[in-house]
């Protein structure tokens, strides 16, 4: 089934390094680029297309009179323009700059125009993630797979995570679950967290909110607790008011993951804003324009009947 | 070579504004006069690629006897379509996967199957939604679709036409709105701060603030420094005029040098009001987090920093999208109905690939090529502007 290899290559997006909420430990976290949900609340735009996609920075841009590269072929037509007026800063019509990729953005010299996403090899992405080995000693931390979904790359993670594993690296996954389940099985073995999502509980408002429903999602889950018994499971929500803020979710969570022992948390992420940026990089409309991030209020409400569930007190301590 | 006219369609993209009724029911009659006949598309080209989710079907035929009764009417017999487009369609697919894929051949195929000969689009301005809406109506038009797009626009943004349809409506409302808020902030001794529409053109803000005599207009064009204004109001008070209204439009950016907003992290200038002046601006809040799009802040920061500067209280209110909706004006009323018109009389000489544009006094067909990637804003030293400094407004600058 594997079609893994050790110089297998995968579309990374990026490699943050000294993660603290992304596993265990103190950790190195790396984006694959491609997802097969559309989360309204999404912090990661760039992460969602499958191949390599145009961004732009206009305040990088030095204008037309000075540059201007952009605004001639391959670049196609009206795909970038400049306004009249004193400002002669390059702006992009994103309906007409579909499908450009390094063949637009290599004219560019001051890298206002840039592609999300490029390929590497297992090898450069794990030579970049043991910089940081003193880190995770110390820490207990490792190297996370996060995206997008790392799972539509399954061969890459796979690979990736195997040669990890190799190198003394622990492991851990985000995974949002709506991928085939073969993908999961051949990446689990390799994987010793998997920090997965559970957005909403009701199939119809899951395919409202993030664009398909949840019926697989939970399938894969539940298949996933049972057949990989020995791997750690953390089950994880963002919060977002208005959407999934209710006690009833919390719950429903709750009653899904408890009767397995395998997993052994469920942390609630509130929702922030930081991603929204990245919409205007690429020319794309972020559709929470006035939700504002969850009461401190609410966190510890719904947080303490997490912990009531898991026998804690609400520091955090086994009752 | 293109076919006779039977069967003409209209739809409209982007948001709702004021008189799309107008526009239908001018484009109806005036087909009717030649014999032709129209449907109008649902929400865009919705009705035509999701046909399954209309009960009765997506199309709808348009009489001449049931449109013209809503000519002045509120809302969109058509309904819009803001965000959904044929050449990156959202679908789930076999796998249970949500992906965008081009369905441009598939709609242009079902324009055939339902003989519809023209399509009348109804697109505009420069806001993202609305940019989007014109530049999948030049696409299709570049695919060989028969099309005439009919401005329309709150911001009066559009490059080619002196007058969108739905200005003056928007103007109406806001400059209604703004001497009632003028009132009631004079009368607990506050200045009101009021943002309305206008991202990267000013006319909404500066020509309902004329319209009310603000104290201060601030617009995209005219880049500010607050100190200016506050030395205006204070100026205002001592001549025995009590200062009370502050009009912002949302895209109105500060001078480089402007002190007084010295304290965000960004380059000023280079970001805009909105942007630079964002509470999260610092990056201490972290990667990403400098810039935070959301109606209200200009007129938050703006109010915040003038009562810093002036020592008045102040107070921020947000009109934005409020202004697009409502009934259309006689202006708009005789504007869309022009439109819509002159659009069926453009199909019918053959044309195709045009907007048409009032150019006074003429309404004229502009090829698509010259509409898009354009923008109609106040020239720094038009007409408009020098009124509203002989008026007394400051322009913050």
Redesign the interface.
Known sequence: MSQATPNQKGLVLNIQHFCTNDGPGIRTTVFLKFC???CKWCCNPESIGQRPELAYDI?KCIGKKACGKCLQPPAPE?AM?V???PDDRV?I????A?GCGEETTSVCPTGALYLFGQEMTVDQVLDEVEQDSAFYRESGGGVTLSGGECLLQPDFSTALLAEAHERGINTAIETAG?V?WAFMEEVLPHVDTVLHDHKLTDPIRHKKWV???NT?ILANFKKAYETFPDKTFIARTPIIPGVNDDEEHIRSVLAFIRPHKNVVDYQLLPYH??????Y?FL?K??EL??FTPPSSETMDRLRAIIDESFGRTAAGKTG | METSLHRIAINSGGGYVPGLNAVVAGAVLSASNLGLEVVGIYDGYDGLMTRENYPEGGLVRLSPNVIENLIGSDGSILGTAA?T?P??F?T?NA?????EVDRSDELLEKIRAEKIDAVISVVGGSA??G??AL??A??LSRKGLRTVCVPKSVENDISVTALSFGYNSALSYTTETLARIRTAARDVHRIAVVEVLGH?AGWLALQSGMAVCADVVLIP?IPYDLREAAAKLREDEKAGRRPSLVVVAEGAIPKNDDASSADSSQ?LQ??GLRKSLSP?SDPR???????????GLAAETVALKLQKLTDHETFPVVLGQLVRGGAPTAVDRQLGLGYGAAAVRALDSGQSGVMVAFQPPDLKFVPL?ET????R?VPANSEFVQIARALGISLGD
């Open positions: 097969s949900l559309r305040n009206g323009y306004l009249d007026g702006h019509n994103w309906d007409l579909q709506n085939p664009g398909a429903d697989r804003r930081y991603g929204e940026t990245k205007g020319g409309v972020y324009e006035d | 965000r487009d050449f990156r959202r789930i796998e249970n996967f949500v992906e993202l939604t940019m989007h530049s999948v030049f696409k990267q064009e380059n280079e970001h999260l809040f972290g990667e990403g987090a400098r810039v935070i799009e959301r109606s090529a898009i990637n354009k923008v804003t």
